[in-house]
């Protein structure tokens, strides 16, 4: 064995510059494969999270006016969604929970000298289900304030915190078009607008602001569904039924406004994948590089040293004992270089890692991450090393097995 490691350091110390070039060239192809990836998960990671404010697997509809002709009915007619529309939403197998919201745009709220002016939305308890908030204080609308249309608030934070300013919100009144509502709970989420709506009950709301109108938007939950091409099959299929029942051209995408969370969620997700597969092979290409000059560098080693090989047999030494020697210093310098690209890869990875780590749950104020906490699995970073590995051993071979062909005979004259 000590044998072995004298032959491969002595033969590595005759050419330091050539060793250090190609063992660098393997170090830098694992160093930018690690690299690469990680940053890759650091932007997935960013995406995911930014879905993470709602759930992945909802539809949101919202009332427009037709731009088509229908069996004899003229365009520009204003389709209403209510609780008919819900009924023929409900009857499909896919539909899980259906979350009615009726808006009222621009309402001044009050507090003493204070105002803010900003939505207003009631909706139903359901709501809550198919969005992600943070309640910061007190509690969220439950189905007694349903039943019994209490009037009731759940203030967004930016909004109760320009009323009451330092002072405890929850239990305190706020006058909404002269209506007081008691504050029951304060809630932030990923909305960055100066003045976010708030909630009430969706019957609270619909008894003190009455319209003909309908909803002015549904969200519904939308389960057993689990590619691009389903989703578009069940958002056809909604299309046609509501079509059919409210008077409209299912082609006609003005009469109601769908936005596909689900659907983007998936093709957000196709894409990322699509990078990673890229980064892979950019990623690769340059460790294939790396195995390039590992084949290259033996070529030579074997070639200069063919009349030690042949003085070698000729004392005995066994093909195999010459094969072993030749993997062993493309083994040499594979792992300690792979080694060191890995560990620099990893480090600038943990570096990147806490300059853009990963927000906490209170921060669900800021804007959207576009790069959060890049990571790199610990079995990807052992797969390449493992594939560095036998790359250089493979590409060590075919100059190994030529180097063992060689006559002694031929190989002692060989200049």
């Given at each position: 064995m000590l044998d072995i490691l004298y032959d491969i350091f002595s033969s590595l110390g005759k050419n330091k510059l050539r060793t250090f070039l190609t063992g660098f060239s393997m170090a830098w192809g694992v160093f930018m494969l690690i690299l690469l990836l990680g940053c890759g998960n650091g932007l997935k990671n960013a995406v995911t999270l930014n879905f993470e404010d709602r759930a992945k697997n909802i539809l949101t509809m919202w009332p427009g006016r037709t731009t088509k002709p229908y069996e004899g009915l003229k365009t520009g007619r204003y389709i209403k969604l209510d609780d008919e529309a819900i009924a023929i939403i409900r009857e499909m197998p896919e539909v899980g929970i259906i979350a009615p919201v009726r808006q009222v745009y621009n309402t001044t709220k009050t507090y003493g000298a204070e105002y803010v002016q900003s939505g207003l939305n009631g909706v139903t308890p359901e709501r809550f289900k198919l969005m992600k908030m943070d309640i910061v204080e007190g509690r969220t609308l439950n189905s007694m304030d349903m039943a019994q249309k209490r009037k009731v608030i759940l203030m967004h934070k930016k909004n109760a915190r320009n009323l009451f300013k330092d002072q405890e919100a929850i239990g305190r009144y706020v006058n909404?078009?002269?209506?007081?509502?008691?504050?029951?709970?304060?809630?932030?989420?990923?909305?960055?607008?100066?003045?976010?709506?708030?909630?009430?009950?969706?019957?609270?709301?619909?008894?003190?602001?009455?319209?003909?109108?309908?909803?002015?938007?549904?969200?519904?939950?939308?389960?057993?569904?689990?590619?691009?091409?389903a989703c578009d099959k069940f958002e056809k299929e909604l299309r046609e039924r509501l079509g059919e029942e409210l008077q409209f051209d299912s082609e006609d995408t003005s009469a109601v406004w769908i936005w596909n969370s689900m659907s983007d969620y998936m093709q957000t997700m196709n894409i990322f994948n699509g990078i990673s597969m890229f980064l892979w092979l950019i990623g690769l290409g340059t460790l294939i590089a790396g195995v390039v000059g590992i084949s290259n560098i033996m070529l030579v080693t074997v070639k200069e040293r063919t009349k030690e090989f042949g003085i070698r047999k000729s004392l005995g030494a066994k093909p195999g004992n010459i094969i072993r020697?030749?993997?062993?210093?493309?083994?040499?310098?594979?792992?300690?270089?792979?080694?060191?690209?890995?560990?620099?890869?990893?480090?600038?990875?943990?570096?990147?890692?806490?300059?853009?780590?990963t927000p906490p749950p209170d921060a669900a104020e800021n804007s959207p991450s576009a790069f959060v906490n890049p990571e790199i699995s610990i079995w990807i970073a052992l797969g390449a090393m493992a594939i560095l590995i036998i790359a250089g051993l493979a590409a060590a071979y075919v100059p190994a097995k030529k180097a063992v062909e060689v006559k002694p005979i031929e190989a002692l004259h060989y200049e």
């Open positions: 909404i078009n002269i209506v007081p509502y008691k504050v029951v709970g304060i809630f932030t989420d990923s909305n960055d607008s100066q003045s976010p709506n708030d909630f009430i009950p969706l019957s609270t709301l619909e008894m003190i602001y009455p319209t003909a109108y309908g909803y002015s938007s549904l969200t519904i939950e939308i389960n057993g569904i689990n590619s691009i091409a020697l030749i993997l062993s210093e493309s083994l040499a310098i594979t792992a300690s270089f792979g080694y060191f690209g890995l560990l620099a890869g990893i480090l600038v990875i943990e570096g990147l890692a806490k300059l853009f780590p």
